[in-house]
């Protein structure tokens, strides 16, 4: 047998026969790392040609009648919907997430539901049978359709699954696996590569649901080529908030459901908890009275309105420059309000510190939130409560012009069933509003307007 060396980068899936500092395809740096390289035999070569076995019959889309492909439920209501309703059958999903964020706790839960009516086998190159059961009993797991192995040799993996013939397949995690073929350690390119090749072609034509687990690297990226997320179905990216008791999952890619939405969890001592209310979760202070420097938003989250808080403080500063912070915010977006509510109402900023930040430690971008920071800045700045029913929810631009954000139908909606009495907003349609009969709403045209009303 040849043996060739490349410099794979571990990034980008780039090969090289020189080494260098820098992959000249992706740019990354110190990405580049020896790989022998087999010379592939001609059946290798034949067997990488395809992923799949499709049928090879030509259709004509028109004739092709859609094929509506059930789906199998969760139980993890957050988890469910995130998917678009349900698994699909043969459905391949990557889920990537750091060291110890909840990965296979999750895995074991989505097992634990699933293995109520399909088999499940659960390998794991991480931990020991005696790991596994352990957190099994944590998360009271009944574990009578759920089949163990340790094993990260991908041939074997392949033989106990023709031999489990299993509905559900668990892989944790991707990095662990080899290909004995292969000569490059476990977690490279080739490695990764490799063996998610070998998984897609197994499971894909049997119809088995594959979950692969995935370590992300410091920059929170996947560990390895993207060429995998190419290969799957779906990514999820299990994230934190600072408060590391919340656990986001998003979708990156999903080819049966929409990638807008995101899952809410909660780490328990018996595991994760969907958190349905998401609405309610975020906001800190209570709702009784008036605040200075307070401000409520509903931002959307894919298509789901999420109650935001939104807190700011203006005081002097004691620093020949004065200090802008924005937590959950982005700072550039609030420099640029900071800088329309100096030029357009007059508001003195320039001697002031201003921090703002979103409460309940979430990081949104929806320039819903520009009113609400405007509100809260204007309020902490001239010491002017903002009373605790009203909610804030549009853009500003840089003339200072108040503007439609999307859904702002769906975000009224939700405004007025958390008990909103008055929404401030740009101005909006008869249909829109039409729902609205227990709230208010006052239109506004430019961030003046908003000053005014803030009176
Ligand atoms: P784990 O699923 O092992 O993370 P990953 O596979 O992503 O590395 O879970 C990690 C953390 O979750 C661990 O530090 C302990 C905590 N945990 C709980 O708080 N409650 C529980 O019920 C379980 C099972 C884990
Ligand atoms: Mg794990």
Known sequence: MKFKTVFACQKCGYESPKWAGKCPECGEWNTLVEEVKQ????????????????????????????????????????????????????????????????????????????????????????????????????????????????????????????????????????????????????????????????????????????????HVTKDGELAGPKILEHMVDCVLYFDTEKDNVLRLLRPHKNRFGSTGEIGLFKMTGHGLESVENASEYFAQTSRDSAMKGRAYSLALEGSRPILTEVQALVSPTRYPFPRRVATGVDLNRCLMLFAALEKHIGLSLDNKDIFVSLAGGVKLKDPALDLAVCAAVISSCKEIPVAPDCVFMAEVGILGQVAKVPLIDRRLEEAQRLGFKKGFSASVTKGEKQKLSAMSLVELADLNALALKLR
Request: some cysteine; hydrophobic content about 40%; charged content about 25%.
């Open 39 to 214: 010379q592939e035999s001609k059946k290798a070569a034949q067997r990488t040609r395809s992923f799949t076995e499709f049928s090879s019959e030509i259709v004509k889309l028109a004739d092709s009648k859609a094929v509506k492909e059930p789906r199998i439920q969760t139980h993890i209501s957050e988890f469910d919907r995130l998917l678009g309703g349900g698994l699909v059958k043969g459905q391949l999903s990557l889920l990537a997430g750091a060291p110890g964020i909840g990965k296979s706790t999750l895995m074991l839960q989505v097992a634990a539901e699933l293995s109520k009516t399909l088999k499940v086998l659960y390998i794991s190159g991480e931990e020991s049978i005696g790991q596994i059961s352990g957190r099994a009993q944590r998360l009271k797991v009944n574990g009578d359709n759920i089949f163990l192995l340790c094993e990260t040799d991908i041939q074997k993996i392949v033989e106990s699954v023709e031999q489990v013939n299993p509905e559900v397949l668990i892989l944790d995690s991707i990095q662990t696996v080899y290909h004995p073929e292969f000569t490059s350690s476990a977690g490279t390119v080739a490695q990764v590569r490799e063996c998610t090749s070998e998984l897609v072609r197994l499971c894909k034509p049997k119809g088995i649901i594959t979950f692969v687990l995935g």
